[in-house]
Each structure stands twice: as C-alpha cells, then as structure tokens.
Nanobody
Framework: QVQLVESGGGLVQTGGSLRLSCAAS????????MGWFRQAPGKEREFVAA????????YYTDSVRGRFTISRDNAKSTIYLQMNSLKPEDTAIYSC?????????????????WGQGTQVTVSS
C-alpha cells in the first residue's frame, strides 16, 4: 500500500508562485510514475502533469505548460509541482497520484493510489 501526503497549497495572488510537494511512502515508491491532477469547484478532476519513475519523461496539460514544472527526488520519494504565473483559473484542489507502471501517464485510470489533496486558491 502506498500512502501519499501533499503539502504546499495556499492562497496566492494572480502572478504569484507556489510549490506543491507530494511525499510517498510504501514499497518501491520511487519506482512508480507519478502525477498531479486538480479539481475545481463544480468541475471534473483533470490531469495537470506527470513524470516517469526516473524523471526523464514529463507531460503537461496545455493550460499549464510553460508555467508549471513537475520534478521528483527519488531519494526522498517526493515529487514537486512548481507553479509560476498563477491565474485564478488555476484555483482547485490539487492531488498527487501514483502509477505502479512507472511511466508518466495522463489518464486517471492509469493511477493506483491517490493523496487527499491540497487547496490552491489564486485571487484576482
């Protein structure tokens, strides 16, 4: 069983930055692909970014590409999401997820474990 704990959310003004962290615990957690998803009020959860187990492959949804950066530190079994130039439409609960397959995946169905999420609010 893999457990995930997110942190780093908060309230920020438009144009500001936040860095989210997701610490994984459990067997072989550094060998898994990991990703970030978000869910805004009244909307379905959507893919944000993903990273392969070695960090060599990353994917981003179009709306965050160039503003967000996903990275990982396997020694700490932690992934990060650096979010710059934040916009009000980035407001959502951000959740990290683990894919046992080890690859960077963009579909929710490819993920096996999920964190509880952390709130990100961007004020205009």
């Amino acid at each position: 069983q893999v457990q995930l704990v997110e942190s780093g959310g908060g309230l920020v003004q438009t144009g500001g930055s936040l860095r989210l962290s997701c610490a994984a615990s459990g067997p072989s957690s550094s060998a898994y692909g990991m990703g970030w998803f978000r869910q805004a009020p009244g909307k379905e959860r959507e893919f944000v970014a993903a990273i392969s187990w070695a960090g060599a492959i990353t994917y981003y949804t179009d709306s965050v590409r160039g503003r967000f950066t996903i990275s990982r530190d396997n020694a700490k079994s932690t992934i990060y999401l650096q979010m710059n130039s934040l916009k009000p439409e980035d407001t959502a609960i951000y959740s990290c997820a683990v894919s046992r397959e080890g690859r960077a995946a963009i579909e929710e169905s490819d993920y096996n474990y999920w964190g509880q999420g952390t709130q990100v609010t961007v004020s205009s």
